[in-house]
Structures are given as C-alpha cells and as structure tokens.
C-alpha cells in the first residue's frame, strides 16, 4: 500500500482524466519551437512523470496521438482537442502539462532550449541553452 499523494487532471472538457502519483521526475518550462508550436504558446511548463505514475481513469478511447519525431508522441482530447500530455519514450518519461493538474504544488527547477526563448522571463531559475548533459544536451547555463 502507498500513500503517495495523487493529483487529478483532465483534458478542457473533461472526456479524459487521468491522475498522475507522486513526486516528477522533473519540472520546468521549455521554450523549443516544437513545444512553442504545439502549445501555441511562447513557453510550455512541464512536468516529467514515469509511465507508472500516469493513470488515465476516464476516456482513454478519446485520446488522440501525433508525432512529428519519435522523440514525442504528443496526446490530446479528440473531443475538445485539449493537449494533455506528450510521451517521451528515448528519455522513458511522460510529460504531462502543468496546466491540466490544478492542484499540483508545480515548481519550476530549469529552462530548457532557452537559447530558442521568444519570452525572457526573470525569475532566478536557471536556464539551460539546450538541455541537461545527463539528457544528452550541452548542459550549459544562460544568462536570465
């Protein structure tokens, strides 16, 4: 038995939900042109979560997939076309949206691909050109 804490999400409409357990593995804010695309946004926060720790409780036969690498097989709601989350299978992890888990406590930890921004954004939180070393990236800090 585990009493790790669970936190629910879903998509715009609500025809998907899922809960995602315990702690990420990560979390930050990605400012690629892939991630700025797809979000419509000019940053994208993020958390990492192990497969096991994603649960899709309700509407999975909704969930529609696209890849334009196989790096990311980004998921959305085929009803309401809301992103919920993209599965990273080279780094084992999925990301799901910080912003369709409410009530999870997100607290940024790293910028990655912030050589790429379209917003600067000042908050002391260290920003990586690219991504972390251990992920295969340069590893290398950014002035804010």
Same mark, same amino acid.
């Given at each position: 038995?585990? !009493?790790?804490?669970s /936190?629910?999400?879903?998509?715009?409409?609500?025809?998907?939900?899922?809960?995602? *357990? %315990? #702690?990420? =593995?990560?979390?930050?804010?990605?400012?690629? #042109?892939?991630?700025?695309h797809?979000?419509?946004?000019?940053?994208?926060?993020f958390?990492?979560?192990?497969?096991?720790?994603?649960q899709?409780?309700?509407?999975?036969? !909704?969930? %529609?997939?696209f890849?334009?690498?196989? !790096?990311?097989?980004?998921k959305w709601?085929?009803?309401?076309g &809301?992103?919920?989350? *993209?599965?990273?299978?080279?780094? %084992?992890l999925?990301?799901?949206?910080?912003?369709?888990?409410p009530?999870?406590? /997100?607290? =940024? &930890?790293v910028?990655?691909? /912030?050589?790429?921004h379209?917003l600067?954004i000042?908050d %002391?939180?260290t920003k990586?050109?690219?991504v972390?070393a251990?992920?295969?990236?340069?590893? #290398?800090?950014? !002035?804010?």
């Amino acid at each position: 038995m585990t !009493n790790q804490k669970s /936190y629910s999400g879903s998509c715009f409409c609500g025809a998907v939900q899922f809960t995602v *357990t %315990g #702690e990420p =593995a990560g979390m930050g804010y990605c400012h690629c #042109e892939s991630c700025r695309h797809w979000s419509a946004s000019p940053v994208n926060a993020f958390t990492l979560w192990k497969p096991e720790q994603v649960q899709v409780q309700q509407g999975a036969d !909704n969930i %529609g997939t696209f890849n334009k690498t196989p !790096n990311s097989y980004r998921k959305w709601c085929q009803q309401c076309g &809301g992103h919920i989350f *993209t599965e990273h299978p080279g780094m %084992g992890l999925i990301d799901v949206f910080a912003a369709v888990i409410p009530d999870f406590p /997100y607290q =940024a &930890g790293v910028h990655v691909h /912030y050589q790429e921004h379209r917003l600067a954004i000042k908050d %002391g939180v260290t920003k990586l050109k690219d991504v972390p070393a251990e992920m295969g990236g340069s590893g #290398e800090e950014m !002035n804010e």
